[in-house]
């Protein structure tokens, strides 16, 4: 009776007593406590749940229904309701993708898929765009129009982007379809990368689902690395130095003096990196535990020589995405399409409009719309092959444009596509006139200053993004361009916000560290023995509960 | 290639991993970060307040403090009739506003409104949570919009929020000196009204300032734009800049306070350069213009309101000669809310002195108390209430009462326990993610439920001097209003 008793005491003891009240929580959607990978409800879930599909290693059917339950058990954990949401759209897109199989005449292939194009988004559209498009109306026309109350469907964006591949490859005939409906809702429900990426393809993944399930040893390592790297990321670095510091900055950017701006801006860079590269690490983790590989989504994009090097680092499941299906289906580098001109001579004439209504109060607004016309423009006049540049250019902007606004309804993220799209295109005409020359590796400093051009580049961007709007963002890189050298003031700033700094430097260096370097940590950890595997785990598991439970640091101002 | 399967060993590596942290979690300590002891001498934070806190040694045990809470929280506090007959109704401590002692601002208002040609001034203290006119903006255009009154009020030379204002766009040279009560205490020159004295002591380079009109409703120009400095043994030169026009003038500080006025009449911008004025105390302009009503905003970062007890009150009546103040509020508390005492006590007594200087300084002047908004601390996991703020805000109300000012409880007005969390989630937000701060948004909330309770006391009173005048009842004889027998309950203390 005493075993049974103090077993009872310790388990009070460390995990506090259990009430029926939290049991319940553990299983009703509550729109606070969403179910991420780096809480423990998911750990506790995730190994009762990880036990049973052992023993279902071997069924087919069985084992697919018993993930699919846990997918939208995880999915309604974080949105509620909407879960029928996402069997509904499952069941129309797999009905529409069966009639675009079986059809032979293209005319009406094709009828077929723009109805689903125009079915998904159309579900993007209203849950996600609705209300900016409301607010952008009223703002333009002065019109009265009350906004919706949407509720926003956590994922949509990633799986309507999923589902919409599995039907354009259909319809490409770049794969076949599945042979029920149980094999499709498991490709779309798959729960590691249901909410946030990274953006599966069909071709890539449905193969998996039909070989035998296999596990080896090395996956399991490749697992664990990934897990282990994007708790900390992501737990540890990201949501730190948000809520400590970055959070604040962006808050009210004019309470805060240039420097403490900058270090924002550049904290906010390796925060989004760890947040997101952590997130998708560990969905690619727990996939692999389950015998599925997915594709890489992040490959040190920080590291880029240039912004087309970025953006084949940086999210990749989502550039691909947008390459294969939006950039191609506009025309590419071929031909120029309504939608490929349409978009950018929207946003270059939107811009000029903002310009002329700016210019009583400043000239300002006109220079940076003529200017980026003209540099849009001399991307493709100056090249060699006019034409070709030009739908080439046009075609990439629109991309760019669609792909910022993907991330958010807002001016700001269209902002944010424009000026790298603009970017893209000046790169562009750049390495037409300084061909790199072949088969020679680039100098040092070269190198160098690329990556640090580049890389600033993209943390001025970032800055848009970040910024609640766009006037935000604009206090905060006017603040930043008042910035003078005063080391001890800097000083102090380091000093006073020393755990948020400590830890954007370890991001940082992480982050730059030569591959070699990881790749020999890597090695090192695989050949470590299952215990200690277990126990270094273990200790990260530690780090992320005592960050979370670390309180926020104090508010303070600095006495300059 | 090992190619046997490995799920067992994978989920053993998981559930191990699980024992292995509850074994961490009893051998490492519970957080990482812990909050470290900043050191102080980099922070704003008044040094009265670091004082204060150092010798705050007196402890009582807790059930004394409730027992005491109880006993005030049932206490009926009845208010005598003024001179003037006014007599609100009886409170409770719990639900104290005290309109009472606002009387004199609200009979102020009354003949404003039957005369629009007079003119209210109140002025605002307050810390980072009023920084760049947030808040007291909200406030005045209230007023402004109810009873007249154009301008921003008194600014002063430099901020270190003046970029984040507004209401005044104001940039100024980095060769000024500044002193600051918050942590100088014995000031080359007296301290001015804001708390702080500037000088343009520069030889080599122009020590210059430049204001313009910002976007706010009522303080689209700059009236009477006029210039207030203190008493020096030497004269000095400042040449005025507007548009193109450049006035110079000459500065006498023969007086504790002296004004110069800029124009009469009103500009959008002006620039001033303090030629030869060095070791002249200059505090700061004031635009307004010259009727309805006028709210000075005097924020101040790091501030907990015991600075104020160390001004001159002679300076003080010297200004209150110029500028006639009618209210006086007092809003602090942020800052005193992260030392982990809840014993407020020696805070109370420390802010009397601050009332009781005002009172001094400004004689008949209307004083309200703001307390402490909501603030959230992360326990374990939550963010919650921090504990600190209840205890604070009872101190708070308790001074109020004690020293016959007036009372705006932030906390309940904005939702009581709990409400910053939902302040900061909301979308769009109201607050800052610091879970301490107000946005514009929030701030514009908070502006017009303070001018809400304000207004509602103002509309009572017009009904009780309604009342009185159909009564007729005379006026009673001089009897200072007081409440009852409350202020014996700290004795224990």
Redesign the interface.
Request: avoid cysteine.
């Given at each position: 009776m005493t075993t049974i008793e103090s077993i009872n005491n310790w388990f009070i003891q460390n995990f506090g007593a259990i009430t029926i009240e939290q049991v319940k929580s553990w299983f009703v959607y509550d729109p606070d406590e969403k179910l991420l990978f780096n809480t423990g409800l998911f750990l506790g879930l995730f190994l009762v749940f990880y036990f049973v599909y052992g023993f279902l290693r071997k069924t087919f059917y069985l084992r697919l229904t018993y993930v699919i339950l846990f997918s939208l058990f995880f999915y309604y954990k974080s949105s509620g309701i909407y879960f029928l949401l996402l069997l509904l759209s499952s069941v129309v897109d797999y009905g529409l993708s069966q009639i675009i199989y079986k059809e032979s005449r293209d005319g009406v292939k094709k009828l077929y898929l723009v109805i689903s194009v125009i079915l998904n988004l159309a579900l993007l559209g209203y849950f996600k765009y609705m209300n900016f498009l409301i607010v952008t109306y009223n703002d333009m026309f002065s019109g009265n129009f009350a906004l919706h109350n949407v509720f926003l469907p956590v994922g949509i964006s990633f799986y309507t982007f999923q589902s919409m591949s599995y039907i354009i490859e259909i319809y490409r005939e770049e794969i076949k379809p599945t042979k029920n409906y149980i094999e499709y809702l498991f490709f779309v429900s798959f729960f590691p990368q249901l909410v946030a990426g990274p953006i599966v393809r069909a071709k890539d993944f449905l193969p998996q689902i039909y070989q035998k399930l296999n596990l080896t040893k090395q996956d399991v390592n490749n697992a664990l690395f990934l897990i282990i790297g994007g708790l900390i990321k992501k737990t540890v670095i990201s949501n730190y130095i948000s809520v400590n510091f970055v959070d604040r900055v962006f808050d009210t950017p004019l309470s805060y003096t240039s420097f403490e701006n900058l270090m924002a801006s550049y904290g906010y860079a390796i925060q989004i990196y760890c947040d997101f590269s952590g997130y998708s690490d560990m969905a690619i983790g727990i996939a692999l535990l389950l015998g599925f590989k997915l594709p890489a989504n992040f490959r040190t994009p920080y590291k880029s020589t240039s912004i087309t090097d970025f953006w084949r680092r940086w999210h990749i499941s989502l550039s691909t995405w947008l390459k294969d299906f939006l950039y191609i289906s506009i025309g590419g580098n071929r031909s120029g399409s309504f939608a490929g001109y349409l978009f950018p001579s929207l946003f270059f004439f939107g811009l000029l409009l903002w310009g002329m209504s700016c210019y009583n109060e400043s000239i300002i607004p006109l220079i940076i719309a003529g200017s980026s016309i003209l540099v849009f423009s001399l991307s493709f006049l100056l090249s060699s092959k006019i034409k070709q540049t030009l739908v080439t250019n046009f075609n990439l902007f629109t991309t760019m444009l669609l792909g910022g606004l993907w991330h958010g309804a807002g001016a700001q993220f269209i902002v944010w596509g424009a000026l790298h799209g603009l970017a893209l295109a000046v790169h562009k005409i750049f390495m037409e006139f300084f061909t790199s020359k072949k088969d020679k590796r680039p100098n040092f400093l070269w190198r160098f200053f690329s990556i640090l051009i580049t890389f600033h580049f993209v943390v001025f961007c970032w800055i848009f993004f970040r910024a609640r709007d766009f006037e935000t963002a604009l206090q905060v890189i006017n603040n930043i361009g008042q910035l003078t050298f005063e080391p001890e003031l800097w000083k102090t700033i380091v000093l006073g916000y020393k755990n948020v700094f400590g830890l954007m430097l370890f991001g940082y260096v992480w982050h730059f560290l030569p591959e070699t370097f990881t790749n020999g940590m890597k090695s090192v950890f695989d050949k470590t023995p299952l215990l200690i595997k277990a126990i270094i785990l273990g200790f990260v598991y530690w780090i992320v509960y005592a960050t979370a439970v670390a309180g926020s640091q104090p508010f303070i101002y600095f006495q300059f | 290639?090992?190619?046997k399967?490995?799920?067992?060993?994978?989920?053993?590596?998981?559930?191990?991993?699980?024992?292995?942290?509850?074994?961490?979690?009893?051998i490492?300590?519970?957080?990482?970060?812990?909050?470290?002891k900043?050191?102080s001498?980099?922070?704003?934070i008044d040094s009265l307040l670091l004082e204060s806190v150092a010798e705050d040694s007196v402890a009582i045990d807790d059930d004394s403090v409730a027992a005491n809470e109880r006993a005030l929280n049932k206490q009926k506090i009845v208010f005598d009739q003024t001179e003037e007959g006014i007599e609100f109704p009886a409170e409770t401590f719990e639900n104290y506003k005290g309109y009472q002692y606002l009387i004199s601002f609200y009979e102020k208002l009354y003949q404003l409104e039957k005369n629009p040609q007079s003119k209210v001034r109140i002025a605002y203290y307050g810390d980072?949570m009023t920084?760049?006119d947030l808040i007291v903006q909200d406030v005045r255009t209230n007023y402004q919009e109810r009873f007249g009154g154009k301008g921003v009020g008194f600014v002063p030379i430099t901020s270190?929020?003046a970029?984040?204002r507004g209401s005044v766009k104001s940039t100024y040279s980095k060769n000024w000196k500044t002193q600051s009560y918050l942590?100088v205490k014995k000031p080359t020159s007296p301290f001015g009204i804001n708390g702080h004295v500037f000088f343009a002591n520069d030889k080599a380079n122009l020590t210059w300032v430049q204001y313009e009109a910002g976007l706010s409703k009522y303080s689209t120009s700059l009236d009477n734009a006029t210039l207030f400095y203190g008493r020096s043994s030497k004269v000095g030169k400042v040449n005025f800049i507007i548009g193109k026009d450049t006035l110079k003038k000459s500065l006498s500080p023969n007086n504790l306070v002296n004004t110069l006025k800029v124009s009469s009449g009103s500009v959008k911008a002006f620039k001033a350069n303090f030629v030869q004025a060095d070791s002249i105390p200059i505090y700061g302009f004031n635009f307004d213009n010259g009727s309805g009503v006028h709210v000075d905003n005097f924020s101040q970062?790091?501030n907990s309101g015991l600075p104020i007890s160390m001004f001159n009150a002679d300076v003080m009546r010297a200004f209150n000669n110029s500028l006639k103040y009618d209210l006086i509020i007092l809003h602090y508390g942020t800052n005193v809310l992260?030392y982990g005492t809840k014993n407020y006590s020696w805070y109370e007594k420390g802010m009397t002195k601050t009332v009781n200087k005002i009172k001094e300084s400004f004689p008949g002047v209307s004083i309200l108390i703001v307390s402490t908004a909501d603030k959230s601390?992360?326990y374990?996991?939550e963010m919650k209430t921090d504990s600190a703020v209840v205890p604070l805000m009872k101190a708070q109300k308790h001074y109020a009462l004690e020293t016959h000012a007036g009372f705006v409880n932030l906390y309940t007005l904005m939702g009581g326990d709990g409400s910053m969390i939902k302040w900061v989630d909301e979308t769009p937000a109201k607050a800052?993610?610091?879970?301490?701060?107000f946005?514009q948004r929030g701030a514009k909330a908070i502006g017009n439920l303070l001018y809400g309770q304000l207004n509602k006391g103002y509309e009572e009173y017009k009904v009780l001097r309604q009342k009185r005048d159909a009564e007729g009842t005379k006026p009673k004889p001089v009897k200072k209003a007081r409440p009852d027998s409350v202020s014996v309950t700290k004795d224990s203390v």
């Open positions: - | 290639m090992n190619t399967s490995y799920f067992f060993q994978s989920f053993a590596i998981v559930a191990l991993a699980l024992v292995a942290f509850i074994g961490f979690k009893q490492l300590p519970d957080k990482i970060f812990s909050e470290s900043l050191d001498k980099n922070i704003l980072s920084d760049g270190e929020s970029a984040s942590n970062r790091g992260n601390t992360k374990d996991l800052n993610k610091d879970y301490t701060h946005n």
